[in-house]
């Protein structure tokens, strides 16, 4: 697609209080059109979180020509308290948050801006370049992936998740290792089969 579309698209989304997501776009270059219509504040990524927070609290005032609370003030509040001042600061007026990297969003980071998205004045417009965390899938929801097309197109075989069965080749391989050093026996076998299970469960929990 090209910007002319990704923009107006862009657009539509904002007026329904959508989120929108682009495969493999950067955002930067759709801010200038978004500020044109909207309060857009373009904060390149979402973390860490409370300097976003404070980020957006401080354009936001200055954009509506408001007293800016001094940086002391605002770095010795909580997350929770600069989220609840953020509404605050964006009632009455429609805010874009425009990011890249999805993909980059931990666990934590993914719940907190969900929870932000859940207001009615406030609206994300951001980029996915590559596949992101499965926790973080609530908060994908929520957004509409503009060119999903190109994402279906331009996603390759190769860029599957090979954790998984790259565990599994290896728990196969240490057990088989395991069998050849020792005496084949039906309590030698158990053993073999608990120590590959707990192997492979370590290593799991490791990749993610």
């Not at 707990?198 to 993610?208: D, E, F, I």
Request: charged share 25%; hydrophobic share 40%; proline share 2%.
């Amino acid at each position: 697609m090209k910007q002319e579309e990704l923009l107006k698209k862009s657009l539509e989304n904002i007026k329904k209080g959508k989120n929108s997501l682009f495969y493999r776009k950067n955002v930067y270059k759709l801010v200038k059109g978004l500020q044109d219509s909207y309060l857009t504040v373009y904060i390149n990524e979402l973390t860490p979180v409370k300097h976003k927070l404070i980020q957006l609290i401080t354009e936001i005032q200055t954009h509506r020509d408001r007293k800016v609370p001094k940086d002391t003030e605002l770095t010795r509040m909580t997350t929770e308290d600069l989220k609840q001042m953020l509404f605050k600061k964006a009632s009455g007026i429609k805010v874009v948050i425009a990011f890249n990297h999805f993909e980059r969003l931990t666990a934590t980071t993914a719940r907190f801006w969900h929870s932000v998205s859940g207001h009615e004045r406030i609206v994300f417009i951001g980029s996915l370049f590559n596949s992101f965390k499965k926790d973080a899938y609530g908060f994908y929801k929520t957004f509409e992936v503009i060119n999903e097309a190109e994402m279906k197109e331009q996603s390759p075989a190769g860029e599957m998740d090979i954790t998984i069965p790259a565990v599994v080749i290896c728990g196969a391989l240490v057990f088989i290792c395991f069998l050849k050093i020792s005496y084949i026996g039906s309590e030698i076998l158990i053993g073999a089969i608990w120590f590959t299970f707990l192997l492979a469960r370590t290593l799991l929990y490791l990749a993610r």
